[in-house]
């Protein structure tokens, strides 16, 4: 197991306690048992964090999108690490993942998860929204984060749900933002000059309003949802860059080789 950071006494006393079982849900065989024991999550991680076996399915559609080798990976919405660890297992050699977590705790707690699973990925505090402005910022690792989203070959956002209460809600009635603003709003920002994202992944709850996110990318980018997944959306914003076909494919008409 690799050396872990510190983790401060006050995010330690958030650690909540999560019996092996859970913790094998969420952190899989992948991880020993002596890693499993070590992670840390609190309340909120306990039931937001996406487990492994989700997590590496997500890895896997991700990677097999067009316009790849997709080899810098950003997720914008990391909690404490389901989705990094498995990004960085996966593209462990010649690939680079970032993880950018806004609440100080869980960044903490993010940090000691990535290093105990003995993954390679680099680990900022930040607001994924601000960072995706055009206007720029000094706030914590602002100017890295800024870095982190523009030249990510996919980003990954999973923006919280809103609690339990979510899933009582009509269907195709959630609409979810991200330090206020519309998840749909920040991906026209990730359409625009300066990133370099091919694709932009969204794990939604099954309810949330698809029909507004197309309408919101109309124009800009093609929004597929993969049926394969239960209990969640996954939604596939894809946008057309210069130099691709609409499908995200690379043009290689009239390209010397």
């Given at each position: 197991?690799?050396?872990?950071?510190?983790?401060?006494?006050?995010?330690?006393?958030?650690?909540?306690?999560?019996?092996?079982?859970?913790?094998?849900?969420?952190?899989?065989?992948?991880?020993?048992?002596?890693?499993?024991?070590?992670?840390?999550?609190?309340?909120?991680?306990?039931?937001?964090?996406?487990?492994a076996r989700?997590?590496?399915?997500?890895?896997?559609?991700?990677?097999?999108?067009?316009?790849?080798?997709?080899?810098?990976?950003?997720?914008?919405?990391?909690?404490?690490?389901?989705?990094?660890?498995?990004?960085?297992?996966?593209?462990?050699?010649?690939?680079?993942?970032?993880?950018?977590?806004?609440?100080?705790?869980?960044?903490?707690?993010?940090?000691?998860?990535?290093?105990?699973?003995?993954?390679?990925?680099?680990?900022?505090?930040?607001?994924?929204?601000?960072?995706?402005?055009?206007?720029?910022?000094?706030?914590?690792?602002?100017?890295?984060?800024?870095?982190a989203v523009?030249?990510?070959?996919?980003?990954?956002?999973?923006?919280?749900?809103?609690?339990?209460?979510?899933?009582?809600?009509?269907?195709?009635?959630?609409?979810?933002?991200?330090?206020?603003?519309?998840?749909?709003?920040?991906?026209?920002?990730?359409?625009?000059?300066?990133?370099?994202?091919?694709?932009?992944?969204?794990?939604?709850?099954?309810?949330?309003?698809?029909?507004?996110?197309?309408?919101?990318?109309?124009?800009?980018?093609?929004?597929?949802?993969?049926?394969?997944?239960?209990?969640?959306?996954?939604?596939?914003?894809?946008?057309?860059?210069?130099?691709?076909?609409?499908?995200?494919e690379k043009?290689?008409?009239?390209?010397?080789?």
């Amino acid at each position: 197991m690799a050396e872990q950071p510190p983790v401060s006494a006050a995010a330690k006393h958030k650690a909540a306690d999560v019996s092996a079982g859970k913790r094998f849900q969420l952190f899989g065989g992948k991880c020993s048992d002596d890693a499993r024991k070590n992670m840390l999550l609190d309340d909120v991680a306990i039931y937001s964090v996406t487990d492994a076996r989700t997590a590496d399915r997500i890895t896997k559609t991700a990677l097999a999108l067009p316009g790849g080798p997709h080899r810098e990976v950003c997720d914008g919405c990391a909690c404490v690490g389901g989705n990094v660890i498995s990004f960085a297992r996966a593209l462990r050699k010649g690939g680079r993942v970032t993880g950018i977590e806004y609440d100080a705790t869980r960044c903490e707690f993010l940090r000691h998860n990535v290093a105990t699973a003995g993954v390679p990925a680099e680990i900022l505090r930040g607001d994924v929204a601000r960072a995706t402005a055009e206007e720029a910022t000094d706030d914590g690792d602002g100017w890295a984060c800024r870095s982190a989203v523009r030249r990510a070959d996919l980003l990954f956002l999973d923006p919280p749900w809103g609690g339990p209460d979510v899933a009582r809600k009509p269907a195709g009635s959630v609409r979810l933002h991200l330090g206020g603003v519309d998840v749909g709003e920040l991906c026209r920002r990730v359409a625009g000059p300066g990133f370099r994202a091919r694709h932009v992944l969204l794990k939604l709850p099954p309810n949330y309003d698809v029909a507004f996110l197309e309408e919101t990318l109309a124009g800009v980018a093609a929004v597929k949802v993969d049926p394969a997944f239960r209990k969640m959306i996954l939604a596939v914003v894809s946008f057309r860059r210069g130099g691709e076909g609409g499908d995200g494919e690379k043009k290689t008409e009239g390209v010397k080789e």
